[in-house]
């Protein structure tokens, strides 16, 4: 086995120039792919991290059909010594708990229907940055008796900083819920959705005013890293019984997979005619190392090399060759890929203002991992097996004193 390991690699290097451009050419095209690869998945990673970090968190634990009927009714009690096990969970960051419903909110002759959001102020902003959109104001304390009112919502109120509007809806078991509220901050959203719909009240007044003491309708909880979701998923799916539902980001937003899913599977279009080209590249490669020794096979087979060492040697030069093209673009490719990791691209002009308008932060991210290269390597390698099957057929069929005679 070491002969032919060594015929193989000597054989390669009788033609360098041939060998560099062959091995370049694949260099380049895993080099492209990785960077593609790693730029979409780190686009992904990074929507999902945007969108879950904007409200709802990567994991949320309900009272069982909350979901489905976002009732106050379907609310919960959670001890503080559940919520301590979930923060010792691996990878578990925080854990948010609110109190939500609907209800009717108005000033003088204005009403509206508003999502009205009782938090742990503190919990709440190290999770949503709610207090980074305070534009006007002071932001909320934990027994804060007043709220945060969304700018879109105060400005169809016509309200702001120091008036107080009356919250009129239904609290646990249908109780009424009523008061009249004083506005303490005004925030300001991105998404126009949130902007006209969103009231913060502190979790204690908005768990009296709903007749719901030591109630909640749900924790979100944020894990350092998405790759280790599914492990925290089961996790905390093992501390609750079938009368709580415990969803991942996935069910709560499917919208946002679909469009994921959409646009993944463009971009793998692209890599696939991405990895035809390789394909081809190789197999020109291939064929024009054949064709140009096909005397030189001719001659061996008529002193005595049996076909199938002969193709096996063959066999070793391909994998060779697409070898140190694969294994340069992964070098190369690690330290590149993680400087972007680490300092994204900044974009500029129509495509940042366009991002910007959807509260997100006008980047390109780029994904750093062991997956990427491992698939981009594989792939490749199976197409170069593939290739390489054209000088195991041809040897298997070559006819010594013809082959001579070219």
Known sequence: MKTYLLLAWRNL????????????????????????????????????????????????????????????????????????????????????????SFSLISYENATKVASIIGIDPEQENRMTKLKEKLIKGNYLTENSNGLLLAEGLAELLKVDVGDSVVIYGQGYHGVTAADRVPIEGIVKFKLPDLNKTMVYLSMSYAQWLYSAPDRITTLSIMINHIDNQQAVYENVNEMFDKNYE????????????????????????????????????????????????????????????????????????????????????????????????????????????????????????????????????????????????????FIRRLKPVEAMRK
């Open 246 to 393: 415990v969803m991942s980001w996935a069910e709560m937003m499917p919208e946002l997979v679909q469009s994921i899913e959409i646009d993944n599977a463009g971009g793998i279009i692209m890599l696939g005619i991405l990895y035809v080209i390789i394909g081809f590249g190789i197999f020109g490669t291939v064929m024009m190392m054949t064709a140009e020794r096909t005397k030189e096979f001719g001659i061996l087979i008529s002193i005595g090399m049996k076909k199938g060492r002969l193709a096996f040697i063959s066999f070793l030069e391909s994998l060779f060759l697409t070898f140190i093209g694969v294994a340069a673009g992964v070098i190369v490719s690690i330290p590149l890929l993680y400087y972007f990791y680490k300092n994204p691209i900044e974009l500029t002009g129509e495509m940042a203002e366009m991002i910007l308008s959807y509260g997100l932060e006008p980047i390109l991210p780029f994904r750093f991992a062991p997956n990427i290269f491992i698939d981009q390597f594989l792939t490749v390698f199976i197409i170069a097996l593939i290739s390489v099957s054209y000088p195991l057929l």
């Open 13 to 100: 290097w009788r033609n360098k120039r041939r060998t560099i451009i062959a091995s370049a050419s694949v260099f380049f095209a895993v080099l492209l792919a990785l960077v593609m690869r790693s730029m979409q998945e780190g686009s992904y990673d990074y929507m999902i991290d945007a969108s879950v970090s904007m409200y709802t968190g990567y994991i949320q634990v309900h009272k069982d059909e909350y979901w489905d009927k976002r009732s106050i009714d379907k609310s919960m009690e959670v001890s503080e010594e559940v919520v301590k096990e979930l923060r010792a969970i691996e990878n578990v960051t925080l854990i948010t708990p609110r109190l939500e």
